[in-house]
């Protein structure tokens, strides 16, 4: 699973790293919302779960703006305000769940694994129903933008490229 850590706590950056790394999750910590954007440009079609601090956000904008760039984003908030408006706020503004502070490793880890299935799920209806997404094997090709993954890690392709792998990928019994 791929997280995103959004935090302006360094000490609880390095702890929420730690616990998702401890399950063997690709972790990239993000310094703000504009590193943040520049990390989704290449993931815009993979699910991807984003963890922030709600401490960290200039405003719920963000959160709603997020949503629209990526669309298999999943948004985790941690906050530390215990009031129920503050909740309906994120939930409103296009957060998928939020975890009020302090809170148990385990339930990050549930509540982040939940999200990934259902972004995850998302993705895979698309994908039956689109005719310009197409997966094979570990790949997966986006004739929309020319865009190829293997293993949910973008590749940096031009068009001939992808569409040269896409053919070789398509046909290899037959080559």
Same mark, same amino acid.
């Given at each position: 699973?791929?997280?995103?850590?959004?935090?302006? @706590?360094?000490?609880?950056?390095?702890?929420?790293?730690?616990?998702?790394?401890?399950?063997?999750?690709? *972790?990239?910590?993000?310094?703000?919302?504009?590193?943040?954007?520049?990390?989704?440009?290449?993931?815009?079609?993979? $699910?991807?779960?984003? *963890?922030? #601090?709600?401490? /960290?956000?200039?405003?719920?904008?963000?959160?709603?703006?997020?949503?629209?760039? /990526? $669309?298999?984003?999943?948004?985790?908030?941690?906050?530390?305000?215990?009031? @129920?408006?503050?909740?309906?706020?994120?939930?409103?503004?296009?957060?998928? /769940?939020?975890?009020?502070?302090?809170?148990?490793?385990?339930?990050?880890?549930?509540?982040?694994?939940?999200?990934?299935?259902?972004?995850?799920?998302?993705?895979?209806?698309?994908?039956?129903?689109? @005719?310009?997404?197409?997966?094979?094997?570990?790949?997966?090709?986006?004739?929309?933008?020319?865009?190829?993954?293997?293993?949910?890690?973008?590749? #940096?392709?031009?068009?001939?490229?992808?569409?040269?792998?896409?053919?070789?990928?398509?046909?290899?019994?037959?080559?």
């Amino acid at each position: 699973m791929q997280v995103l850590i959004w935090e302006n @706590n360094r000490l609880q950056e390095r702890n929420l790293q730690h616990i998702f790394e401890g399950k063997r999750h690709k *972790v990239q910590l993000c310094t703000g919302y504009l590193d943040l954007r520049t990390k989704l440009r290449t993931r815009m079609h993979t $699910p991807a779960l984003l *963890v922030v #601090n709600t401490k /960290a956000l200039g405003s719920l904008q963000q959160i709603y703006h997020l949503h629209r760039y /990526a $669309p298999y984003l999943s948004i985790l908030a941690i906050c530390s305000q215990q009031d @129920n408006d503050s909740h309906l706020s994120l939930l409103n503004a296009g957060a998928d /769940a939020y975890l009020p502070q302090p809170f148990v490793p385990e339930m990050l880890l549930a509540q982040s694994h939940a999200l990934y299935r259902h972004s995850t799920r998302l993705l895979q209806a698309k994908l039956e129903k689109s @005719n310009t997404l197409e997966v094979l094997g570990d790949f997966r090709f986006d004739f929309d933008q020319y865009s190829a993954q293997y293993q949910h890690e973008p590749l #940096n392709l031009n068009k001939r490229e992808f569409l040269l792998l896409h053919y070789l990928i398509k046909h290899a019994e037959s080559i």
